[in-house]
């Protein structure tokens, strides 16, 4: 069986941010709760030009240029771009891999919300192991649902770290990198229409009077709050525990945890439950939340402060609204 590894990473930040104080003042809470309670000193803000495709297109130029191949080694590209894009109704990874140069590949998008880019990389090495025929994949995204926010609206609160960017991984098929092992992933339908944007959809086409209404919204506030008060670390921890084991592994084994961002209470209490020190993880105060990018950019934050070395195991873990909750482990290559 070929063994699927990480042979390139690549992200896209836009240079543009968005402070704590000016969620702060957007939103008329106070400074404190943004910065200690949601966990957010500032994040990135995408600028006219940074499109969800344009930012993948950058990203995934650096993760090939890391990888040290050309787009046109690439099988499939497998894109993780959101539906809020650039088009409705559009095959961004097709353009995706016409952009590239990736003209020997078949593209598809995949969605899972902010689960998409754990997901991905799974599929990836699904492909892999499945077909003697894909040797090479290209997961790549972009990111800026922070658009779709109102500050004014207190149920979204959750929701303000909302950020834009874009991340990329080169796939290969027995190639020096990091390897992908196991995988773990939870869903809940019962939370599967608490958050939405309620119109523009078949059930309430847009109109000019609705479109004020294009915004990512909470259909039931006190109802989500109580199902993942319930479930939510308990899916964190159970994914994690699932992922560790079917790559043979310990939990103690764990040397570096990828955690999407969210509130700080939360972060401490998942790494506490795990009995992992806060140094095996990076928070992302500085960065909020890139939907499914938070994976590969905390990847290439560790590798730059020294965090990850040969041989160590990887968990990333992502949530998504829907609701799912992932894990994927990767064994970690250090070619130096």
């Known amino acids: 069986m070929p063994r699927a590894c990480v042979t390139g990473l690549g992200v896209y930040i836009p240079s543009g941010r968005i402070s704590a104080d000016e969620i702060a003042q957007a939103s008329a809470l106070p400074l404190q709760v943004i910065t200690e309670k949601l966990g957010l000193l500032q994040k990135p803000a995408a600028d006219e030009q ?20 050309h787009a046109r080694e690439i099988d499939v590209v497998i894109s993780i771009t959101e539906e809020y894009k650039e088009y409705p109704v559009w095959t961004s990874g097709i353009n995706l891999a016409h952009e590239l140069g990736a003209h020997n590949a078949y593209a598809f998008d995949v969605g899972q919300k902010c689960g998409t880019g754990v997901l991905a990389l799974k599929l990836a090495r699904d492909l892999i192991v499945a077909d ?24 979204v609160r959750f929701m303000y770290n909302l950020a834009a960017g874009a991340g990329a991984a080169i796939i290969q098929a027995d190639a020096p990198g990091h390897e992908i092992l196991g995988s773990s992933i939870i869903t809940d339908g019962a939370l599967s229409r608490d958050v939405l944007v309620p119109v523009g959809g078949t059930k309430a086409p847009i109109t000019v009077a609705t479109l004020g209404d294009y915004r990512l919204t909470v259909t039931d506030p006190a109802g989500m709050k109580r199902r993942l008060g319930e479930c939510s670390v308990r899916n964190f921890l159970q994914v ?13 084994d764990i040397a570096y945890l990828a955690l999407l961002h969210m509130k700080r209470s939360a972060h401490k209490e998942v790494l506490a439950l ?63």
């Open 132 to 155: 003697p025929h894909v040797r090479t994949v290209l997961v790549a995204g972009g990111y800026r649902n922070g658009d779709l926010i109102d500050y004014r609206d207190p149920n």
């Open 240 to 252: 994690i525990r699932e992922a560790v084991t079917r790559s043979d592994a310990a939990l103690s």
């Open 274 to 336: 795990l009995d992992l020190p806060p140094e095996r993880s990076i928070y992302l105060e500085h960065h909020g939340h890139i939907g499914q990018v938070d994976q590969i950019l905390s990847l290439m934050l560790a590798r730059e402060a020294g965090r990850l070395h040969h041989n160590e195991l990887a968990v990333l873990v992502a949530a998504g609204i829907g609701y799912v909750w992932n894990a994927l482990c990767l064994r970690w290559h250090d070619p130096a």
């Open 50 to 69: 940074d499109h969800p495709t344009t930012m993948a297109l950058h990203a995934a130029r650096r993760a090939l240029d890391e990888s040290g191949i």
